[in-house]
């Protein structure tokens, strides 16, 4: 069945770095657009970023824009997430998933920015 297991998450300064991990399996991880999402206490799920198949093409919401890197090895079924500049509104739990119809979420990893 399909799954997803993010790791990478944990408690880091303002300003500073963490990369987030997803093994994915269950379905044919190369042919799906993937995305990290992400979920701040007492708000809505967030899509956070995106990126295509190809592993070139990829998409941000403006608050991460030029500070998140998203990237993905299709042989490994993996997904990830760079986080640079962290800032205390980075605060979540980061899910991965497929972009369309995303479904079966897995545990997270929370990722708390705080001094």
């Known amino acids: 069945q399909v799954q997803f297991v993010e790791s990478g998450g944990g408690l880091v300064q303002p300003g500073g770095s963490l990369r987030l991990l997803c093994a994915a399996s269950?379905?044919?991880?190369?042919?799906?657009?993937m995305s990290w999402f992400r979920q701040a206490p007492g708000k809505e799920r967030e899509h956070v970023a995106a990126?295509?198949?190809?592993?070139?093409?990829?998409a941000y919401i403006e608050s991460v824009k030029g500070r998140f890197t998203i990237s993905r090895d299709n042989n490994k079924k993996m997904l990830y997430l760079q986080m640079t500049g962290l800032t205390r509104e980075d605060t979540a739990v980061y899910y991965c998933?497929?972009?369309?119809?995303?479904?079966?979420w897995g545990q997270g990893t929370q990722v708390t920015v705080s001094s």
């Open positions: 269950g379905f044919d991880f190369g042919l799906e657009i």
């Open positions: 990126i295509r198949t190809n592993g070139v093409t990829t």
């Open positions: 998933n497929r972009k369309n119809n995303p479904d079966s």
